[in-house]
């Protein structure tokens, strides 16, 4: 019999464990690796989620597992109005990574990053209105609840005033298009805005967005789009939230995904990669925008923020990405990842689309090509077929859309490891298919 049926640590984790989501997965992790986790039985499971879209260095590497013993035997915590070097040494290398964006105030949770960032946004302009797209997901508390349409919407009661929303551009389903059949995005966020400017008591504070929306289906904004949203807020006098929980980090081909734009975003946060597994986020912002919220006695103080320990961490995965060219690697090995993908959509037809860029790849599974009707059950046959092979991935089942893989294994994959992954998903949807 399997390790993973342990009977009694099913009967403990029922007992006690509160269910927060999706069901949990039916084995036990006992430790993981580079690219993979070993469950009970001691099998190797290929992680092309890297944990939770976050270890982008891959399990227990050997750096980060150096910096957390020697910073935990010199200082992990201190009283949050104290200092200490990882903190100033973590602020200043990324403010030097993106230029303009000179503040920087480490945390814990995206969640937490995006609270602290509507939160200047609201004092700085006065404001109390946040505008955010359909298919995002910025976090499950207070605010960051609020701007989050993905899920999670019912059941809760009333959320922030001032709460708007518009849809995300969709190339691969346009709600507006060109003559040729193309994505008019242009002129679907200019009716967006539109009707936000018919809602807005004139109090409009922020619109935060990801580059690239992940749990929204791997939709990525297009070149462009960034500007002309950055312009629509300044017409208005908002600020632009950019939230690069899973998009920062050399995981898109840049260190940031709003530089391939060449649009610098009001406020910045950070979360998942920039701590490489361990809860670490950031929020940078201007100098003019941070001297104006603590003129206006900005207050966002929390337990961990300015914590040495999961500061010394981020030290460190800058320094692995900037030695090892992971960047670089990001492109090189997303490029092989998406041919791979493209090759599974030329083979079945269930593979309706391939998006995304770098090492944050998109696959949409529907039941024609022709009318892209959602395959949402087919997606999770997908699913539970790989990962009986060795193979994790996470499914996005959202109305409107079909059922969208997001790929994301770390940065430091190797191309085996990535033919791996792909062989898998072939015979995972040919499975799939066949007893469908």
Same mark, same amino acid.
């Given at each position: 019999?399997?390790?993973?049926?342990?009977?009694?640590?099913?009967?403990?984790?029922?007992?006690?464990?509160?269910?927060?989501?999706?069901?949990?997965?039916?084995?036990?992790?006992?430790?993981?690796?580079?690219?993979?986790?070993?469950?009970? %039985?001691? +099998?190797?499971?290929?992680?092309?989620?890297?944990?939770?879209?976050?270890?982008?260095?891959?399990?227990?590497?050997?750096?980060?597992?150096?910096?957390?013993?020697?910073?935990?035997? *010199?200082?992990?915590?201190?009283? $949050? /109005?104290?200092?200490?070097?990882?903190?100033?040494?973590?602020?200043?290398?990324?403010?030097?990574?993106?230029?303009?964006?000179?503040?920087?105030?480490?945390?814990?949770?995206?969640?937490? $990053?995006?609270?602290?960032?509507?939160?200047?946004?609201?004092?700085?302009?006065?404001?109390?209105?946040?505008?955010?797209?359909?298919?995002?997901?910025?976090?499950?508390?207070?605010?960051?609840?609020?701007?989050?349409?993905?899920?999670? !919407?019912?059941?809760?009661?009333?959320?922030?005033?001032?709460? @708007?929303?518009?849809?995300?551009? =969709?190339?691969?389903?346009?709600?507006?298009?060109?003559?040729?059949?193309?994505?008019?995005?242009?002129?679907?966020?200019? %009716?967006?805005? $539109?009707?936000?400017?018919?809602? *807005?008591?004139? =109090?409009?504070?922020?619109?935060?967005?990801?580059?690239?929306?992940?749990?929204?289906?791997?939709?990525?904004?297009?070149?462009?789009?960034?500007?002309?949203?950055?312009?629509?807020?300044?017409? +208005?006098?908002?600020?632009?939230?950019?939230?690069?929980?899973? &998009?920062?980090?050399?995981?898109?081909?840049?260190? @940031?995904?709003?530089?391939?734009?060449?649009?610098?975003?009001?406020?910045?946060?950070?979360?998942?990669?920039?701590?490489?597994?361990?809860?670490?986020?950031?929020?940078?912002?201007?100098?003019?925008?941070?001297?104006?919220?603590?003129? +206006?006695?900005?207050?966002?103080? &929390?337990?961990?923020?300015?914590?040495?320990?999961?500061?010394?961490?981020?030290?460190?995965?800058?320094?692995?990405?900037?030695?090892?060219?992971?960047?670089?690697?990001?492109?090189? +090995?997303?490029?092989?990842?998406?041919?791979?993908?493209?090759?599974?959509?030329?083979?079945?037809?269930?593979?309706? %689309?391939?998006?995304?860029?770098?090492?944050?790849?998109?696959?949409?599974?529907?039941?024609? !090509?022709?009318?892209?009707?959602?395959? @949402?059950?087919?997606?999770?046959?997908?699913?539970?077929?790989?990962?009986?092979?060795?193979?994790?991935? =996470?499914?996005?089942?959202?109305?409107?859309? /079909?059922?969208?893989?997001?790929?994301?294994?770390?940065?430091?994959?190797?191309?085996?490891?990535?033919?791996?992954?792909?062989?898998?998903?072939?015979?995972?949807?040919?499975?799939?298919?066949?007893?469908?």
């Amino acid at each position: 019999m399997s390790l993973n049926a342990d009977p009694a640590f099913w009967a403990a984790a029922n007992t006690h464990l509160t269910r927060y989501g999706p069901d949990f997965e039916a084995i036990i992790v006992e430790r993981a690796e580079g690219s993979f986790v070993y469950d009970a %039985d001691d +099998r190797a499971i290929l992680d092309f989620t890297s944990g939770q879209m976050s270890a982008v260095l891959g399990h227990t590497h050997p750096d980060i597992v150096a910096t957390v013993d020697r910073q935990m035997r *010199s200082v992990a915590h201190l009283f $949050s /109005g104290m200092l200490s070097r990882p903190v100033v040494d973590l602020a200043s290398r990324l403010a030097a990574l993106a230029p303009g964006l000179d503040r920087v105030q480490l945390l814990t949770t995206g969640a937490e $990053s995006n609270e602290a960032a509507i939160r200047m946004a609201k004092l700085v302009t006065g404001g109390h209105e946040v505008v955010a797209f359909a298919q995002s997901w910025h976090g499950m508390t207070g605010a960051a609840a609020a701007a989050t349409y993905s899920a999670g !919407r019912r059941g809760y009661g009333p959320v922030a005033p001032g709460s @708007f929303v518009i849809p995300a551009p =969709n190339s691969y389903r346009p709600r507006f298009i060109h003559p040729d059949g193309s994505n008019d995005w242009q002129a679907e966020l200019d %009716d967006a805005f $539109s009707l936000i400017d018919r809602q *807005s008591t004139g =109090n409009l504070a922020a619109f935060i967005a990801e580059p690239i929306l992940s749990s929204g289906g791997i939709l990525e904004l297009p070149l462009g789009y960034l500007a002309a949203l950055k312009r629509k807020c300044e017409e +208005r006098g908002m600020l632009l939230i950019l939230d690069e929980a899973q &998009t920062g980090i050399a995981r898109t081909g840049n260190m @940031f995904a709003f530089q391939r734009d060449g649009v610098t975003p009001d406020i910045l946060t950070l979360s998942k990669t920039l701590g490489a597994g361990l809860p670490l986020a950031a929020v940078m912002t201007s100098q003019a925008i941070e001297e104006k919220a603590h003129e +206006r006695g900005f207050l966002f103080y &929390t337990t961990h923020v300015s914590d040495p320990l999961p500061a010394a961490v981020g030290v460190t995965v800058l320094d692995v990405v900037e030695r090892d060219g992971l960047v670089e690697q990001a492109i090189a +090995r997303g490029a092989r990842l998406r041919n791979g993908l493209l090759s599974l959509q030329q083979k079945f037809e269930c593979v309706g %689309d391939v998006r995304g860029r770098g090492l944050l790849l998109g696959l949409e599974i529907v039941t024609d !090509r022709q009318s892209k009707a959602p395959g @949402f059950e087919l997606g999770a046959k997908v699913m539970e077929e790989a990962m009986r092979r060795g193979l994790s991935m =996470n499914i996005v089942k959202l109305p409107g859309m /079909g059922g969208v893989f997001r790929i994301a294994p770390p940065l430091t994959v190797s191309d085996a490891e990535i033919d791996r992954g792909l062989a898998i998903m072939s015979e995972a949807i040919d499975s799939a298919i066949a007893t469908g």
